[in-house]
């Protein structure tokens, strides 16, 4: 299993309705896509963020069909331009030792498919995931 986890902190100056909206466009994501096994949505307690998603999905197919549905786009644009920061990663008990390098390289792949989304990401201004140079 793979857990693609986001956790942010919203800008102060978004409001509670495209608050919700990006919260609900995460919730929509995890029933609509096929390989996403499970989902939780919600407050994050223990940090510095304030809202996180967990995506459970069973391989790297899954975990590349996740990053590149149409509703993860659509997430993508309600609310990248709301996060002030962004940590996304992801956890898995693969014992795979090339399995971090694998998930990278879907990462890259999907900015590289979607250079409007990637440039969103470089928009946001703490931004930490895969994929991306730090």
């Known amino acids: ?3 693609h986890i986001n956790r942010v902190k919203v800008k102060a100056s978004a409001t509670p309705v495209q608050i919700e909206a990006a919260l609900e466009s995460w919730r929509y994501l995890g029933r609509s896509v096929p390989s996403v096994k499970s ?3 919600g407050r994050d307690h223990g940090g510095d963020f304030q809202y996180s998603a967990v995506f ?3 391989d790297l197919d899954g975990l590349f069909e996740y990053l590149t549905h149409p509703a993860t786009y659509r ?3 309600l609310g990248l331009n709301l996060a002030e920061d962004l940590h996304i990663f992801d956890v898995s008990d693969d014992d ?3 399995l971090n390098a694998k998930i990278q390289e879907l990462h ?3 900015n590289e498919l979607n250079p409007e989304v990637a440039a969103m990401l470089a928009d946001v ?3 930490h995931g895969a994929g991306v140079s730090d």
């Open 96 to 98: 795979d030792p090339e």
């Open 108 to 110: 890259r792949r999907r």
């Open 75 to 77: 997430t993508d644009h």
């Open 1 to 3: 299993m793979i857990y």
């Open 56 to 58: 459970a999905v069973e």
């Open 125 to 127: 201004p703490t931004y």
């Open 39 to 41: 989902f939780i949505v």
